[in-house]
């Protein structure tokens, strides 16, 4: 026992010892040599900078004025740089510059100063080289401020002190300070005995957010950067709406916010030596193209242009030159977060994972690539380092796999950086960021494209002279099939995915200053090519469009120098639908149509740059023609108007040019249509002279033909003007209508001029059986009307815009989210009150007054199941049952007929197509879109996955619905 106790006292001296001696030769470093940390503290966790001027380690340089170790203070010096009189009459130091981890918002200047008679200490504001901020931005800063702590939380983050020179290569998001002294008597001097400065880490809302499920929220439309819109129409063509000036910068994309918001990025940068303009990020009126707010990114150098929207609106950017990675909020602009990159050059574009997390690469030096996951907050989640497999190497944008599967692909270089084609495709883990696959693909640049199964496409890029592929790997690392074209300096420049499933690939055949290449569409099956389609108008190193749409058509935009440019639309063959041209006649730039971006409405938004002379946006809406006459039934000597409601406008926004109109006879006679008005949706109007019906003209019916010919379009459609409009070709749009010509006294049956009879109840609409609430976008509508109404026009809009008319029926299934009489549907359909509209025909085109229904979409969310489901069930019929059964294509049995027609109810089983208790294709299509819109399941394939086939979690749903 008394050798225990001494053996304890034994240890605990040595270790009061060794704590003794570790606390002599801490205390001898501590207080023999200060260290940095002593005087100057940086907290990046609360956005704090602090020096006490224990020494001068806090400062970048001084003029007759430096730190006072003895007093610690700042004061001027003397002639020999000491501290007595008589000191300078002027002097300053300047601040280390403080570069933030991250910053949303800059705070409070702070100073202690003691100021004798006739001295004065002030602070000037200065970025990370070393140049003032002008008074603009920060209110006497050229003077400098002599109150002893002030704000500078109005100066952008992103702004430099030079936005419009190149004197600099000061970077965003850095910050120093320049302090000044000043005496008129030599006798006494200033003295500051600290300097502190705040700013804001993070604000706004930092939760969680996937990716927004608006119609196109990434650079390439979604996470699998499949660059396919929302929009489901190939009939329609473009009318354009608006012009939005940006400026002379360099243009850029495109992203759909929520409500009537699009977003939109210059890059700025250098334009004409040694002029710099700023980037900007803007959020626009998507109606309107009006401004809603604007940020400033300022400097030197190009900002990049490629951003991403998450689901609660925040912005996430990363910008190469300027080294830092942006959060910033979408209703604003305001910033939320950044991340400052202290080493390397290059970083790509952002990703969202399904979690809220974020991603982003940089290439650092050449000789490693670091891929960064941020979490929504921005502090940082993982960092995965990644060695070449080569000399050098850079590595490409980020995709996201249904299943959260980070990919990127990589480009290789000797050391005169010249490809060497041993690019990887990297398959990382998004929990940790560790590696699960890589496959060789060679040199890529381009986003990695993933379908709806995780199959992964990238193409080769390089223009050397090496093997090039497409290759498809599978999710789990292993080979699907290559297209190759053997050893050759074509590459491939956009790749985008159709809804159908086929790849489309851009190749570009041949560099600047030639042109050239060809479209390939290639069956994703097997890598076969289904058909290529040549262009001669491409410079393969300008960024220009290429994207696909929910058609299986794709747009593109030409690039030729210095001639004339064009932004077109072709079908799913390949074949040219329409093309918006212009002269590249502004000066000797050419312009070009760099980016694009269709909305969920069919809306564009294109830019398009002229360089050095105008960068703009153009917009477009779905070109429509609702034409009519003044009378259906005229007599000869009969004077009667046409009118006509279009879309088009007037003029041509983006050139001023004049748009044309005209009705075309039966007879070949042509009337001149003219514009008279714009209504309240924006739509204009056009009139006729009044036509009178000659003596000539037979009886009966006639029809006549409404050609509309828009300067700088040209289509697929031929239309008949004497002198067509500029750059149309003499093409257009077309719509047809119809009056009949009776014969004084008789000719025509006595009703002919009658409106329709009302009927018993009079005329209405009935949605759903009278239910007030439906649960289901797609309803069931019923109408009351006479045997003498033979067409019904049916429109979600009071004014009819788009709408026509067709076949009277007596019930219809109709989408509360449609447009242009139900032929597109809106992909999001949110809860509320609609209005449905209907007009009803007789024969001889006399119509009823307008009849309307409301009714209530409502949903609400099954929390047992987090399922969003309908708030109004399906009431089965007698001989529905429970779904007990695994239903699979294939299985036929009267659960799959039960199936059938609860998804024809729900309105994803098409009405007309019988419930024949067969499992096939159609059966299966539909299911998926349910599943898809119960978010039970939206991609996926194989025994374990639900989508296409009912599994436990289907059944569960549908045995809710069906009660």
């Given at each position: ?26 205390g ?29 380690t806090?400062?970048s ?54 100021t ?21 931005l ?31 290569n ?34 706004g ?9 608006t ?39 495109f992203?759909?916010?929520?409500g ?41 150098a ?47 574009e ?20 670091n ?58 883990n ?37 093997p ?24 491939w420049s ?12 851009e ?77 590249g ?36 809406v ?62 204009t109007?056009?009139?006729?002279a009044?036509?009178?019906?000659p003596g ?11 050609e ?24 257009g ?5 119809e009056?009949?010509?009776?014969a ?12 329709p ?94 009849v ?88 996926g ?5 639900e ?17």
């Amino acid at each position: 026992m008394l050798g225990t106790t001494l053996e304890k006292k034994s240890i605990s001296f040595f270790i009061l010892l060794f704590l003794f001696w570790q606390t002599c030769v801490a205390g001898f470093f501590l207080f023999s040599v200060k260290p940095a940390s002593a005087t100057v503290v940086t907290n990046d966790t609360t956005g704090n900078y602090t020096d006490d001027f224990a020494d001068g380690t806090g400062l970048s340089s001084t003029s007759n004025a430096a730190v006072d170790v003895a007093s610690g203070t700042v004061k001027l010096t003397n002639g020999s740089s000491g501290f007595t009189a008589p000191f300078n009459t002027s002097g300053y130091v300047i601040i280390n510059k403080i570069v933030p981890v991250s910053v949303a918002k800059w705070g409070t200047v702070t100073i202690t100063p003691t100021t004798p008679t006739g001295t004065t200490a002030g602070v000037q504001v200065i970025d990370e080289e070393g140049t003032l901020f002008s008074d603009s931005l920060v209110p006497g800063n050229s003077a400098g401020i002599t109150t002893s702590s002030f704000s500078i939380s109005d100066l952008s983050v992103t702004r430099t002190s030079t936005p419009n020179s190149n004197s600099s290569n000061a970077k965003f998001g850095r910050i120093a300070f320049k302090i000044l002294l000043t005496t008129s008597d030599t006798s006494v001097t200033p003295s500051v005995n600290s300097f502190a400065f705040s700013w804001t880490v993070s604000q706004g809302d930092l939760s969680a957010s996937p990716i927004a499920s608006t119609a196109w929220a990434a650079p390439r439309g979604n996470n699998q950067a499949t660059a396919r819109g929302t929009y489901n129409s190939s009939g329609m063509y473009p009318a354009l709406r608006w012009k939005k000036t940006i400026g002379i910068d360099s243009g850029g994309p495109f992203v759909r916010g929520v409500g009537d918001t699009v977003y939109y990025k210059t890059s700025g940068g250098i334009v004409t030596w040694p002029t710099v303009n700023d980037g900007t990020l803007t959020s626009i009126n998507k109606n309107t193209g009006a401004t809603q707010w604007s940020r400033v990114f300022s400097g030197n150098a190009f900002t990049n242009t490629d951003f991403t929207l998450s689901a609660n609106g925040t912005i996430y950017h990363s910008d190469q030159f300027h080294d830092m990675f942006m959060a910033f909020d979408g209703t604003d602009g305001s910033l939320k977060w950044t991340y400052q990159f202290t080493s390397g050059h290059s970083n790509t574009e952002a990703s969202i994972g399904s979690d809220g997390t974020i991603y982003t690469i940089r290439t650092d030096d050449s000789t490693f690539v670091n891929v960064y996951a941020f979490n929504p907050d921005g502090s940082v989640k993982w960092i995965k380092t990644v060695v070449p497999n080569g000399s050098k190497f850079s590595g490409g944008p980020i995709s996201i796999g249904s299943d959260g599967t980070v990919y990127f692909v990589t480009q290789t270089y000797d050391n005169s950086f010249n490809n060497t084609n041993n690019g990887l495709l990297y398959a990382l883990n998004p929990t940790d960021g560790s590696t699960n696959f890589t496959y060789a693909t060679g040199d890529s640049s381009l986003y990695p494209v993933i379908d709806s199964s995780g199959v992964i496409y990238v193409a080769n890029t390089s223009l050397a002279s090496l093997p090039k592929s497409i290759t498809a790997v599978n999710s789990n690392g292993t080979l699907k099939w290559v297209y190759s074209l053997g050893t050759t300096t074509q590459s491939w420049s956009s790749l985008a995915l159709r809804l159908d499933g086929v790849l489309l690939a851009e190749r570009v055949t041949s560099t600047y200053p030639t042109t050239g290449g060809l479209v390939e569409a290639i069956n994703t099956s097997d890598g076969t090519l289904a058909w290529s389609k040549p262009f001669s108008d491409n410079n393969g190193i300008f960024t220009h469009v290429f994207m696909t749409n929910a058609s299986n058509g794709f747009y593109r935009s030409s690039v030729l120098i210095p001639a004339s440019a064009s932004f077109s639309f072709f079908d799913s063959s390949g074949n040219n639908k329409w093309n918006i041209v212009r002269d590249g006649g502004i000066g000797s730039n050419t312009i070009i149509y760099q980016y694009a971006m269709e909305d969920e409405d069919g809306n564009l938004y294109i830019n398009a740059n002229h360089a050095g002379i105008e960068d703009v946006i153009v917009n477009t809406v779905p070109w429509t023609l609702q034409a009519s006459t003044s009378t259906v039934a005229p007599i000869h000597g009969d004077a009667i108007l046409f009118s006509v409601t279009t879309s088009m406008l007037q003029t041509n926004p983006l050139t001023g040019d004049s748009n044309q109109m005209q009705a075309v006879m039966d007879n070949g006679t042509k009337v001149p249509l003219t514009y008279s008005s714009t209504n309240s949706s924006g739509n204009t109007v056009w009139s006729s002279a009044y036509y009178t019906i000659p003596g000539s003209m037979a009886y009966g019916r006639h029809a006549y033909t409404v050609e509309a010919n828009a300067a700088g379009l040209q289509t697929d459609v031929p239309v008949n003007f004497a002198s067509p409009a500029t750059n149309s070709s003499n093409t257009g749009l077309t719509t047809t209508g119809e009056f009949s010509v009776q014969a004084s006294g008789s000719g025509l049956p006595s009703g002919a001029y009658e409106l329709p009879k009302i009927p018993i109840g009079g005329f209405a609409i009935v949605v759903n059986h009278g239910e007030g609430v439906a649960a289901d976008r797609k309803v069931t509508l019923h109408f009351n009307a006479g045997a003498d109404v033979k067409k019904i026009a049916l429109s979600m809009s009071s004014d009819f815009v788009g709408a026509s008319q067709e076949p009277y029926t007596e019930s219809k299934l109709w989408d509360v989210c449609s447009i242009y009489s139900g032929a597109v549907v809106k992909p999001l359909c949110p809860d509320g009150n609609y209005t449905i509209y209907a007009k009803f025909y007789t024969a001889w085109g006399q119509t009823s007054p307008v009849v309307s229904k409301d009714i209530i979409l409502k949903t609400v969310v099954d929390k047992v199941h987090n399922k969003k489901v309908a708030s109004a069930t399906i009431h089965a019929p007698a001989q529905y049952g429970e779904f007990t059964r695994d239903l699979k294509y294939g299985s036929s049995n009267q659960q799959v007929m039960w199936l059938q027609n609860v998804l024809k109810n729900l309105g994803y089983f098409p009405v007309l197509v019988k419930s024949s208790g067969n499992f096939g294709a159609i059966t299966r299509q539909s299911l998926k879109k349910f599943q898809c819109a119960r978010k039970i399941a939206c991609t996926g394939a194989g025994l374990k996955s639900e989508y296409g086939q009912v599994g436990a979690k289907t059944r569960d749903i549908l045995n809710q619905v069906v009660q």
